[in-house]
């Protein structure tokens, strides 16, 4: 069984588009999270969400929005594509980040491959 | 937020070699992370080392961590073609956000 699984794998798709990238985890944690890996590899987070609520907003455009309807998944949409949001995308999970958690491994997805055209 | 950086950026080597690989962070840790990204993969967790630890084993990997310097480094042995990866250290950052660099791309020649 898949433990961190997002769809689709691979989207291309016109500039100023509306697209959505789903997310589920199976692991039973609490926390989720968005990862945005550009072509340098740089990776960088870009939401998180602790048992639905909010935790983590990076300076990300408010053009993506993260939607999680109960504590396994978590939805990335993002309105109005542009050319400088291809990347591939990562939802991963862990139990919960507090500050007395030293430990929590990060679980990933395989990824979502979005190319804007 | 600040991302660190690993070092080198691309490491070529034998297999059979040894890899090392450098790691250096921005704030005061509780813990250091490695993780390993096959192409077209997501990240996977590999060890996780503790503020309080100078080195850790797991297998044929060693992870030393020099808070003095805010510096990690990783140590892969007797490298075998599969380990051709990238490699991420991750640190938190404050209670709940762990930042990654840009990685290093390891590949391991037969």
């Known amino acids: 069984d898949t433990a961190v699984s997002q769809t689709p794998k691979y989207l291309v798709t016109q500039m100023g588009n509306d697209k959505s990238i789903k997310c589920e985890q199976n692991l039973g944690h609490d926390t989720m999270y968005w990862y945005k890996q550009d072509s340098k590899k740089f990776l960088k987070i870009m939401f998180s969400y602790n048992n639905k609520e909010l935790i983590i907003n990076e300076t990300v455009p408010n053009r993506f929005s993260p939607k999680s309807p109960d504590k396994a998944h978590l939805n990335l949409h993002i309105n109005s594509l542009e050319l400088g949001d291809s990347a591939v995308y990562f939802c991963a999970s862990s139990q919960v980040f507090g500050k007395r958690q030293t430990g929590n491994t990060i679980y990933f997805g395989e990824g979502s491959w979005l190319t804007v055209v | 937020s600040q991302q660190g950086e690993e070092d080198p950026q691309a490491l070529s080597i034998q297999e059979g070699e040894n890899a090392t690989m450098n790691c250096s962070y921005k704030t005061s840790i509780n813990n250091l992370q490695w993780y390993r990204q096959n192409s077209g993969r997501g990240l996977v967790h590999l060890i996780l080392?503790?503020?309080?630890?100078r080195e850790k084993h797991s297998g044929r990997l060693r992870v030393t961590l020099d808070t003095s310097k805010k510096s990690s480094s990783l140590l892969i042995t007797a490298s075998r073609a599969a380990d051709t990866a990238s490699y991420f250290c991750?640190?938190?950052?404050?209670?709940?956000?762990?930042?990654f660099g840009q990685g290093t791309r390891l590949t391991i020649n037969p």
């Open positions: 080392i503790r503020s309080n630890e």
């Open positions: 991750g640190e938190i950052q404050g209670a709940q956000k762990l930042v």
